[in-house]
């Protein structure tokens, strides 16, 4: 079982002062992580490596705010995310903008701040020239490698997926943004999600590699970086393995190196990452309020897939820990459920777990990434309150929870009454 960085009776203090269920972020945890990512990497030449934190992962304020201290800059993908990116102080180049069928404002702010504009369509160039005018200087575009690469479960096959320019558009969308005033150029892709698989990685850096020749051959434009999205894959299930960094920065210097051994030249990688950087780090806690016995037996919590939807949508496995009960066998089988009159509102079905009790502390891992984000509202449940453990081991609040208050603000009770 995953060790976890606070201890029971913390926790019991906590839910002293603060409702149930709420979310916690180890701040030495992710620190760490962005330290080693960052020291890794540091062979990347011409500027060196950049993780831009997919803000969707975790779009807390005082998260971007420790991770730009860090040296990360944000990926953003909306209007609140560049706000987001904004609020804490990131600029112009610390800022990417990866969006798909996006909205004209969203461009115009991302411009505003001089982000970097990654296109994912060739269609989105005229969309900007007509509404906005002069691109930006530097440009960068997504890449759709179809049936090149396979993608997975969450991230669906290339080929059916949205996003990204074919390859023969890339080329096609290069030209014109150079006859269009870009002077800079930049690549991007985003082919998989939570992969584990070093080789993956590696491979994809290759593909960009390779293309980024092929542009320079064709069109004589040196690409200033390669931005090989996010995706890297974090072990959810109690069989998996981290993936270890110091093998994947060699899979991925060996290519590079291969590049420059055919001709290539020299380029800065950045990536997105999100789901690593503060995924272990998060952890949902909840309270156990009922214990059910029907045709199976149930754990009833006071969380719901409102709070943590990954089960609920994609199947996702989170491990449990029952508070206090870490040595217990696990000897009862339990599907863990919410109160959403949804039947998948589960975060676990058939676990084994040591047998629970009504009132026991349950905490979900690994939910410190696309968890507390994805929540939503459904049978008016409200979004939890979220926890910074700091360094110095104390609880900070870095958002509070929800109040009907805020579930009802949007409606003019006048209006109703009237
Ligand atoms: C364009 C883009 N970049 C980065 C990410 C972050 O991926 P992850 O959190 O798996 O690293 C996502 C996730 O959905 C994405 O869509």
Redesign the pocket.
């Known amino acids: 079982m995953k060790k976890l960085p606070f201890t029971k009776e913390q926790i019991e203090s906590l839910l002293e002062r603060h409702k149930s269920p709420l979310y916690i972020y180890d701040e030495a945890g992710i620190r760490n992580f962005a330290k080693e990512l960052k020291n890794t990497l540091s062979w990347v030449e011409k500027g060196g490596y950049k993780n831009y934190f ?1 803000v ?2 975790c779009p807390n304020p005082h998260i971007l705010k420790i991770l730009k201290e860090e040296g990360m800059g944000a ?1 953003c ?1 909306s209007m609140a995310e560049l706000v987001l990116a904004e609020k804490v102080g990131l600029r112009g180049e610390e800022i990417m903008f ?1 969006s798909n069928d996006t909205p004209l404002e969203e461009f115009q702010k991302a411009r505003e701040l001089g982000a970097v504009i990654n296109f994912d369509d060739i269609t989105h160039l005229d969309f900007y020239l007509e509404n906005i005018g002069q691109l930006p200087e530097l440009v960068c575009f ?1 890449y759709n490698p179809g049936n090149l690469k396979e993608g997975n479960e ?2 669906g096959n290339p080929v059916e997926a949205k ?1 990204g320019l074919t390859k023969e558009q890339l080329f096609q969308a290069y030209e014109k943004a150079s006859k269009n005033g870009a002077k800079r150029f930049a690549l ?1 892709t ?1 082919v998989v ?2 992969m584990l698989d070093i080789n993956y990685h590696a491979d994809t850096l290759k593909m960009l590699l390779d293309l980024s020749r092929e542009i320079k051959e064709r069109l004589g434009i040196e690409l200033e970086f390669l931005n090989i ?5 974090i072990p959810y299930q109690p069989e998996e393995k981290a993936l270890d960094l110091k093998e994947l920065s060699v899979a991925l210097e060996s290519e590079y190196k291969n590049h420059l051994q055919k001709g290539g030249s020299a380029v800065r990688i950045v ?7 503060t ?1 272990p780090y998060g952890f949902l806690i909840t309270k156990v309020l009922h214990l059910m016995r029907k045709y199976k037996d149930y754990i009833g919590v006071d969380a719901s897939m409102s709070n943590l939807m990954r089960p609920a949508l994609y199947g996702a496995y989170h491990q449990i820990t029952i508070l206090g009960k870490e040595d217990m066998s696990a000897t009862h089988k339990y599907d863990v459920v919410g109160s959403l009159c949804e039947n998948n509102d589960k975060f676990a079905i058939d676990r084994l777990l040591p047998e629970a009790e009504v009132g026991d502390i349950l905490v979900l891992h690994d939910a410190g ?2 968890g507390y984000a994805m929540g939503f509202q459904y049978n008016g449940k409200l979004r939890s309150a979220e926890f910074l453990l700091t360094k110095d081991a104390k609880f900070r609040q870095i958002r509070r929870a929800e109040t009907l208050d805020d579930y009802f603000a949007t409606l003019d009770w006048n209006q109703i009454n009237s």
């Open positions: 997919a969707k992962a990926d993908s990866t997504r969450i991230i996003y991007h985003m999600s939570n999205g996010g995706g890297l894959g990536s997105e990452y999100g789901r690593a950087v995924g990434a696309h």
